[in-house]
């Protein structure tokens, strides 16, 4: 129809105006000028019929957001409650991509308070099961549980109190130095930011900055250098104050001055705390208590560094091609002296 009504008009035009030349009522260049006129309008009201189009598109879609906000709430069961810290992996399988599995069956259980270290060649699921172990993802069969409640049945704000990530991906985001850092508690007064921030020897840079704590970060505020972002991470973990903490190689995309701060901020963080460093630089394997190592999806290795060592196993041979020995070289040579400022 208002395809029809565009053609209408000139059609008429030229009925009319060809019958008023015939009586020689209008010149032809009249006539003329009147059928261009005429077709000079259907531009004008075609983007007027697209602006009709476009507030019956934007009402229909104000009609469903007011619909979504005024539908009741359907009833949720009740999230559980963790009876305990300790963190349980049974049989779990994962695959980002149906019929691709990256993890085949891992079972694994954290004593509170301990240290473990995830190490093993590049691809073999050590990040996935991180995540995992954080709550990101949920396994495709199996379970992760804490204190014998479902991990990805927790409500996210007990989530991050039980386990939190610190992966080498750092955000500052839009707002004050302070917002940032309370994002973890919003309601967190200024001293307890002060505190955090201190924590991991943040404060001394934080109150240099023009404004202190209401220095404006993030895209067009204050820059922040790739250090101090991932300080400003570690300071939000003090605030949510979880009781493990999956570390993802938090300091391997810094320069080594910057990480060797970095893992003394870090360190403070994880005192106490049951905590899975994810290693992809053997170092941090050293000093836990305990080091998986993770092959093709699975956990082939389990036990300290000396005892896996001492098997000659996959474990031993990373160590060694690690530290640059020859493969024949006695394992208990390949021993290096641990960093004093490593977070173990």
Known sequence: MIEVSYVLPMVLTLLVGGWLHLRHAVSLGQLTTAVVYVQQLIHPLDRLLSWLDELQVGGASLAR????????????????????????????????????????????????????AVVGPSGAGKSTLGRLLAGIHRPTEGSVTVGGAPLGALDPDR????????????????????????MARPAAPEPDVRTALAAVNALEWSDALPAGLETLVGDGGHPLTAAQAQQVALARLILADPHTLVLDEATALLDPRAARDLERSLAAVVHGRTVVAIAHRLFSAHDADRVAVVEDGRITEMGSHDELVAANGSYAALWRSWQGEAPEKPPDMARARPREDAPF
Do not use: C, K
């Open 65 to 116: 957001l007011l619909g979504v906000a005024d539908a009741p709430e359907p009833p949720r069961p009740a999230a559980p409650v963790p009876d305990g810290t300790r963190i349980e992996v049974r049989g779990v399988r994962f695959g980002y991509i149906e019929g691709r599995e990256v993890l085949h069956g891992v079972d694994l259980t954290l004593r509170p308070g301990e240290r473990l």
């Open 159 to 182: 989530l991050r109190a039980e386990v939190a990530l610190v992966s080498q991906e750092h955000h500052v985001f839009i707002g004050t130095l302070r917002e940032n850092v309370a």
